[in-house]
């Protein structure tokens, strides 16, 4: 146990009480609420930090549009997303003669970002990307804030709060903005906005807190998709970089399954390799670094008494290479370990993802 100025953590590392952890469904663990109120302009009440009923509602909105068939129906506008990108690359190629020195990491956040603006956005994704613009300078706005846990602090009118309260009006007038023109056009659209709308539409709530769940959610879904899809990618991309032998593999199963087509979501659940690839990174290098839920009431875990309010921390970066889960070449890249459903990846899936009836993302399931 350790205290963040009056914040009081327990820190969990045994992997059985992570993953009990990440899929528990019961409401008494929820989210920390010190997110809310120190991230309040970035995330807001949407479903990375509500809890109990609204947490609930939210998830029922949302949920079935990040079912697996969902996401597969979603590969043809990564497609487009990819091909802009490898083109731009390609461009930047020829220019310095056949070799050109590439940072990848901005292009590939770029990219994350573009493929959420068309899956949230449809045919209104240039706002959306504007709107992406937006919600990355809140972020850094946010992340520069130095008074974390002091109270009081996020109230005063000092150059950082003034600064990410203007970019959070931006941000949600941006958002009303595209709302606005989707209830006036007769478009047919059926993207993940949409969804939103009909899920504000049907629960009765006010004009103010209608407005206030289209927008929270719509900045969720940037926040949890597009930094941790992004960095993923790149530290995928520098393992096979780094291991020529398992980029020469990859490929090879590449051109074996899709015979110089496009790739579709048939071809990709047929790459073992770049399977076994993606998990080996997800443990090396985790997007989500410290798992973090807060006891809504007094409960038991497996025997640990948590009292209210405290907050259970779990350290992916560190559970993921202990020698007694992973063996003494935790550290290494070696996606051999997962080439059969192994005890470790199924702890692996559920500490990261905390998987629920198919759906992709950690706040999907409640603890």
């Not at 990410?164 to 023109?181: P, Q, T, Y």
Request: charged fraction near 25%; aromatic fraction near 8%; charge should be neutral.
């Amino acid at each position: 146990m350790f205290s963040l100025f009056n914040t009081q953590i327990l820190h969990v590392n045994e992997p059985e009480i992570v993953r009990e952890i990440t899929t528990c469904t019961s409401l008494d663990l929820g989210k920390p609420s010190y997110q809310q109120r120190e991230r309040g302009p970035l995330l807001g009440h949407g479903i990375l930090t509500s809890d109990g009923a609204v947490w609930t509602h939210n998830r029922k909105i949302l949920a079935p549009e990040l079912y697996m068939d969902k996401v597969k129906g979603m590969v043809g506008l990564i497609m487009k997303s990819i091909e802009t990108l490898l083109n731009s690359w390609k461009s930047m190629i020829e220019k310095k003669g056949g070799i050109a020195d590439i940072k990848i990491d901005e292009d590939v956040r770029s990219f994350s970002g573009d493929v959420i603006s068309r899956a949230c956005f449809g045919s209104n994704y240039i706002k959306g990307e504007e709107i992406f613009l937006r919600l990355r300078a809140l972020q850094e706005a946010m992340s520069k804030k130095i008074f974390l846990g002091i109270p009081g602090m996020r109230y005063i009118p000092n150059k950082h709060n003034k600064n990410a309260w203007a970019l959070e009006k931006d941000v949600r007038n941006l958002i009303l903005k595209v709302v606005s023109d989707r209830k006036e056009s007769s478009a047919n659209e059926k993207d993940l906005l949409q969804m939103v709308l009909e899920g504000a539409k049907n629960s009765k709530l006010s004009k103010e807190a209608t407005d206030n769940f289209i927008v929270d959610n719509c900045k969720n879904i940037y926040l949890a998709g597009y930094e941790t899809t992004a960095v993923s990618a790149v530290w995928c991309l520098m393992l096979l970089a780094a291991n020529p032998d398992w980029q020469d593999r990859v490929r090879d199963e590449v051109f074996e399954i899709c015979k110089e087509r496009t790739p579709d979501a048939d071809m990709i659940q047929k790459m073992k390799q770049m399977t076994m690839v993606i998990h080996e990174s997800l443990k090396l290098y985790p997007p989500v670094l410290v798992v973090s839920r807060e006891a809504l009431t007094d409960m038991e875990l497996r025997g640990i008494h948590v009292p209210k309010w405290m907050n259970i921390w779990s350290l992916l970066a560190t559970l993921h290479i202990d020698p007694e889960n992973w063996g003494q070449d935790g550290l290494k890249f070696n996606p051999e370990r997962f080439e059969h459903r192994s005890l470790q990846a199924t702890i692996l899936v559920h500490a990261i993802w905390g998987q629920s009836k198919g759906v992709s993302w950690p706040e999907f399931s409640h603890g």
